[in-house]
């Protein structure tokens, strides 16, 4: 199966053809999963080198709580503004005549929204490393009605997505999708262990606010162990756990698609049959033939 890209391609795009080709005026707003919305603009008409690339998400302000200041403030340096552009939440500047690391700075701008999430992941996971892990979950609001929880344990963390499927279908679909998840996992060495719960939330959310249940709300957990959250492996757990949702739905979509072209193919087969079948004639409607091929009329 397909795994989701965890940077923005027109972000990356954007930036790596200003620097291969020249500066360009440069005026694009885009979308990103979860309801994500980037500005790339030259904040100074008369200059393009200089870049301003910002951010909106409705929990931003969350995450920069839960770490993702200090990641940003490592990771982009003097890029990241004090002050971001009116309308959003952070933003970069930067100047194509004398960037810093310009092999890697379209990657490092594509990745934004990955390291503003992966924040409150990174933190958890160190915490749990250092053998101090506290009792506090992080509650992440990333979408309308959508939200995630990270409990930290002391040897393992458990992520809890809570999804609302506004087509019934598609809660059934996951259902199954999910089961396969669990199935793998008895033929997988060290796989996480993952859990659905449809309508009710699971115990281990038991008393915390944001908790929606339901008949369009299911929940997905993952039960992550050290060998997950290690230093060396961290980041690709988290790539691949932040993109879960999004992967999920993805792959619903796909699964609907798949079962409409059977279901068109079998009605184009059907209809060739009765295109291709002969109308009984009237007079002759009675007759009847033999293994032989003799005719008679059954009376």
């Not at 369009?216 to 959250?229: M, P």
């Not at 068109?264 to 291709?276: A, H, K, S």
Request: overall charge positive.
């Amino acid at each position: 199966m397909i795994l989701l890209e965890y940077h923005n391609r027109i972000l990356q795009e954007a930036i790596q053809e200003r620097l291969t080709d020249g500066p360009t005026p440069l005026e694009i707003t885009c979308a990103d999963f979860d309801g994500v919305q980037f500005h790339l603009s030259n904040p100074d008409r008369d200059n393009k080198n200089v870049i301003s690339i910002s951010i909106q998400w409705r929990c931003i302000p969350e995450l920069l709580k839960h770490g993702g200041s200090e990641d940003l403030k490592k990771i982009y340096g003097a890029l990241l503004q004090s002050s971001p552009e009116t309308g959003y939440d952070v933003t970069l500047k930067l100047d194509l005549s004398n960037a810093p690391d310009k092999a890697t700075l379209a990657e490092r701008v594509g990745l934004l929204k990955r390291h503003i999430l992966a924040a409150p992941f990174k933190k958890v996971f160190a915490a749990i490393e250092a053998g101090n892990p506290g009792k506090d979950v992080v509650n992440v609001n990333y979408r309308d009605n959508e939200a995630f929880w990270i409990k930290p344990a002391s040897d393992s963390c458990t992520v809890i997505f809570m999804i609302q499927f506004k087509d019934p279908g598609d809660q059934i679909l996951a259902k199954v999708f999910l089961h396969e998840f669990a199935d793998a996992r008895r033929s997988m060495n060290f796989a996480p262990a993952v859990a659905f719960s449809s309508k009710e939330a699971p115990g281990e959310l038991a008393g915390l606010p944001g908790v929606r249940e339901g008949e369009n709300y299911g929940f997905v957990s993952f039960v992550l162990f050290k060998n997950h959250i290690g230093a060396k492996v961290a980041d690709r757990t988290i790539n691949n756990i932040q993109t879960f949702r999004n992967y999920l739905h993805y792959h619903i979509k796909c699964s609907k698609a798949y079962l409409h072209t059977r279901m068109r193919t079998r009605v184009e087969n059907l209809l060739q049959v009765l295109n291709r079948a002969r109308p009984v004639d009237p007079e002759k409607k009675g007759e009847k033939k033999t293994a032989a091929g003799k005719t008679f009329v059954r009376k």
